[in-house]
């Protein structure tokens, strides 16, 4: 009887085109904690004041969130990326990791050394901000510095349009592109990997079936369970970093 961690060794050398989700999970293990659950950055603000109507229509909101996104920013600036991140670049080098599909927004797939051209990043980035109105982007840090300089609400110094960090807000619309490319990658994908995502946030959690309904196999590392853990051939309810850790040390046992 294989562990599973052997099968899903085994699933990786078996295919041909893998695609990997991953969620918070993966990041928490890198300290950044994950703004749903207690504790995180979210008890200490009110959900009302976040969402991306308030942000348009209250300066006030805007005040308020750029201060939350600033609790979130710096920490998750200082993270470093895991063993599950080196493991997923390290996938990749050997034509085993496709494409990402990340709901993090902490730039630590691109860190740990996985191809920028192959992470889709749904849920948008903390290192960007961009301006609602003519489209610009800065980096993140650049805009920082304004903030650090007293600013509480930065505009654009091209056309005065709000800047807001290039992340995706609740009530804000899914990035159309990223969003079908996803799913292309999930359809057309021979073995799907969820990695530390609960998958209750959608779009992305419609990901894992659009891939089962088009063939491919489905792997879960998750440390809780999933609405979606009956459709996986593989269940695995571990910590990201200590899977791909052992995951890669039987691949290339087996090279
Ligand atoms: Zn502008």
Redesign the pocket.
Known sequence: MKTEIEQLAKQILNSRRIVVLTGAGISTESGISDFRSPGGVWDRYDPNDLNFQSFLSSERSRKIYWKFHRDFYLPMKQSEPNDAHYGLAELESMGKCHHIITQNVDNLHQRAGSSPEKIIELHGTAFKVG?L????QFDRDEIEKRLDNGEEVPR?P????LLKPATISFGQAMPEAETRKSFDMARVCDLFIVLGSSLVVYPAASLPLEAVNNGARLAIINLTSTPYDDNADILIRKKCGEVMRSVLELLKSKN
């Not at 091209?158 to 349009?161: H, I, V």
């Open positions: 301006c109105e003519c489209g610009v654009c091209y056309c005065e349009g």
